[in-house]
């Protein structure tokens, strides 16, 4: 069933991810071991991350820490950042941002991600 290299399957695997969510990676591990190998050992398929209001914080941190230290694509619904379940997961990514390679987020989110992240000035006495 290994006639694929691994790197051609993680490549059709990342475009499944693209298209249809994380979710379409646990199906794909019980086709066969060589399949599940292949997704357990590619951590960027995890590092495609969608957060949205429906999202589990959970699994997202999870999820987070199965990408490593890999590039991460991130998708961030506009109700996303309002969820105070998410607040984690927000931050946790808003601390990666250097290994974002691709952001879908709103201006406001950003904008209130770069807030978190300014130092305020303090004026003399």
Known sequence: MM???PEILASAFEIGVLRWG???????CLVCKEWNQVIINTPHL???IEVTTNSHAEFLLDQTARAKATSLTIF???GALNSHSLAPVIRGLVALSPNWIKATVARTSLNKCRRARVPTK???A
């Open 122 to 124: 303090t004026r003399p």
């Open 3 to 5: 006639d694929i290299p």
């Open 46 to 48: 995890w590092g495609i």
């Open 22 to 28: 994380i979710r379409y990676l646990p199906p794909m």
């Open 76 to 78: 961030v619904s506009k």
